[in-house]
């Protein structure tokens, strides 16, 4: 008997008959538990034996963050009651993972950045975070974010607001203080900072809205918009707006083209050779 035949069919499985992302998650997990026996136990756990893709999501999540201090359970309750107050979190899930397998080309199964990538799993535990945080349960929703800078390199200040719909690829460095707001549909490179300017109270950290794509090392500071569909080069530093539909190169960064793209699905850091000879550094 084959090893998967202890589990339903994909297609039998609670949900899946209604819910494709779900159904299409299971049938690479079955086909993983046949090909990888040292991962069978990861599949079982996090997959084969949930009932949805968000009780799916929540437990990997949870897994990767629990703590001897606080187990895998008590991370679980709490997503859970979160996504139950908040059914937006579980849309999140799911427009985060379509945008993995939209915008990266070198994922090719939902099944890749469910498992295993922590740009993905350090935006869900912020989902998580934030919504502890506007609940007034500050303490637990530091402890995530901490846990999440320990694990993955991220530092996403509870406080911020992320919408749906977001890549951040590679993850290393990522920096978000905390009236920064990220809209729906935005991809972001590692080592991405969106700071502030210095000791200043109040609202001081970017706003980054639709469509915008944040290049490598790219760092925007200071209470500024990043307007609908711009694009900022890798290695930039911007002070100032960023018109919608505009690309900004440059410390500090300037407007050195306009476009009628869509760059967060482009996902295109590299500027043409017009716009390198623009790239400049004023120190």
Not at 32 to 60: C, G, K, M, W, Y
Not at 264 to 278: G, W
Request: glycine content about 8%; proline content about 5%; some cysteine.
């Amino acid at each position: 008997m084959a090893a998967s035949s202890l589990f339903s069919a994909p297609l039998d499985h609670p949900a899946a008959a209604k819910d494709s992302l779900w159904r299409k998650l299971l049938e690479e997990a079955d086909a993983a538990f046949e090909a990888e026996p040292n991962l069978r136990a990861l599949l079982r756990q996090t997959i084969l034996d949930r009932d949805s893709f968000e009780d799916a999501v929540i437990h990997r999540v949870a897994s990767r963050f629990a703590s001897d201090f606080v187990p895998v359970g008590q991370i679980v309750a709490a997503f859970t009651a979160a996504l139950g107050a908040e059914p937006e979190i579980g849309l999140g899930f799911r427009a985060d993972i379509n945008a993995v397998i939209d915008r990266d080309p070198a994922c090719g199964r939902f099944i890749e950045p469910f498992l295993y990538f922590k740009g993905y799993h350090a935006i869900q535990i912020h989902r998580l975070a934030h919504h502890l945080w506007t609940r007034a349960k500050q303490d637990f929703a530091l402890f995530l974010q901490s846990r999440s800078s320990d694990l993955f390199q991220t530092d996403i200040h509870p406080a911020a607001r992320i919408g749906q719909g977001v890549f951040l690829d590679h993850a290393t460095g990522f920096v978000v203080g905390s009236t920064a707001v990220i809209d729906d549909d935005v991809s972001i490179l590692q080592n991405v900072t969106l700071g502030g300017t210095g000791k200043e109270a109040g609202d001081r950290h970017p706003k980054v809205r639709r469509g915008v794509l944040l290049g490598a090392g790219a760092k925007i500071l200071g209470n500024i918009q990043v307007g609908e569909y711009a694009r900022v080069a890798a290695g930039s530093v911007v002070l100032h707006p960023v018109p919608a539909h505009a690309t900004v190169a440059g410390v500090p960064a300037k407007i050195v083209a306009r476009h009628n793209d869509e760059p967060y699905r482009d996902m295109d850091q590299v500027l043409r050779d017009l716009n390198y000879r623009a790239f400049s550094y004023a120190i």
